[in-house]
């Protein structure tokens, strides 16, 4: 087996992971990520940056629950 050690440093607070923007309520104990410079890199990556916009079938700001998840055989 092989095993890798890297070393770190602290930079403070995370914003961004692999393209997704980090978002954080500390009064309310939330926090969400934000998938719109995401999106926008792969439009622009597969040329449909001009693309019409359409709706999405999902409620805005609808809050789910862990307990509302689709669960398979693996979960345990």
Known sequence: MVVSTYE?????????VLGLKIVRNHPKRLM??????????????????????ADTPVKKGLSLSL??????NDDT
Do not use: D, I, P
Not at 67 to 72: A, D, E, P, S, V
């Open 8 to 16: 770190t440093k602290e930079m403070g607070k995370v914003r961004y």
């Open 32 to 53: 969400g990520m934000c998938q719109e410079v995401y999106f926008k890199s792969l439009l622009e990556c597969f040329w449909m940056h001009s693309a019409k916009l």
């Open 67 to 72: 307990n509302q998840y689709l669960k398979t």
